[in-house]
T-cell receptor
Framework: DAKTTQPPSMDCAEGRAANLPCNHS???????VYWYRQIHSQGPQYIIH???NNETNEMASLIITEDRKSSTLILPHATLRDTAVYYC????????????????FGTGTRLTIIP | EAQVTQNPRYLITVTGKKLTVTCSQN?????MSWYRQDPGLGLRQIYY???????DKGDVPEGYKVSRKEKRNFPLILESPSPNQTSLYFC????????????FGPGTRLTVT
């Protein structure tokens, strides 16, 4: 799986958009970009994923650059409940994992929403 | 509500006393997995299961056992717990192998004295 680089921490004002960057310059053509978050000591929570097109769901938007070497997770209207550690994961989907869907979380970005 | 449940949520036990942490999902998922999370070490996979009666070791299987007799349940068994198994444990599931949208349980905080 490709290595990812994220800033260790970020602050965002409540109600503003939180933009979390992730660099994955060694990403392969068949690797997806996934985002998870973990609120303190709770189970990690899936947010969104994409291959090359921008994606949006009820939680967030994912913007992937054209060369796919970086991406940005956008939380459009951050609330205090969005304070968490956010993890960007890059990996293949399907048979490339030989049946084991192990997720490898890096150190992530600790996002703090400021009231 | 679609969810992964774990029990117990908190457990304090003594060295050598066998224990089981249960994990159950109600989403008819084929794939299930156990992780432990320790400060500075992140999430490490213990065991995983691609389907009923199919289990395999993850990165840190020593001291643990699992079974998958039914699709919905994937218990984690510590036959003889030791203090180095004090950790926060998470169960996860996904629809099948090849689908990386995984759903995690709330966690079980285990302390072995």
């Amino acid at each position: 799986d490709a290595k990812t680089t994220q800033p260790p921490s970020m602050d965002c004002a409540e109600g503003r958009a939180a933009n979390l960057p992730c660099n994955h310059s060694t990403i392969s053509g068949n690797e997806y970009v996934y985002w998870y978050r973990q609120i303190h000591s709770q189970g990690p929570q899936y947010i969104i994923h994409g291959l090359k097109n921008n994606e949006t769901n009820e939680m967030a938007s994912l913007i992937i650059t054209e060369d796919r070497k970086s991406s940005t997770l956008i939380l459009p209207h951050a609330t205090l409940r969005d304070t968490a550690v956010y993890y960007c994961i890059v990996r293949v989907e399907g048979e490339g994992n030989f049946g084991n869907e192990k997720l490898t979380f890096g150190t992530g970005t600790r996002l703090t929403i400021i009231p | 509500e679609a969810q992964v449940t774990q029990n117990p949520r908190y457990l304090i036990t003594v060295t050598g006393k066998k224990l089981t942490v249960t994990c159950s999902q109600n989403m008819n998922h084929e794939y299930m997995s156990w992780y432990r999370q320790d400060p500075g070490l992140g999430l490490r996979q213990i065991y995983y299961s691609m389907n009923v009666e199919v289990t395999d070791k993850g990165d840190v299987p020593e001291g643990y056992k699992v079974s998958r007799k039914e699709k919905r349940n994937f218990p984690l068994i510590l036959e003889s717990p030791s203090p180095n198994q004090t950790s926060l444990y998470f169960c996860a599931s996904s629809l099948s192998s090849g689908r990386n949208e995984q759903y995690f349980g709330p966690g079980t905080r285990l302390t072995v004295t």
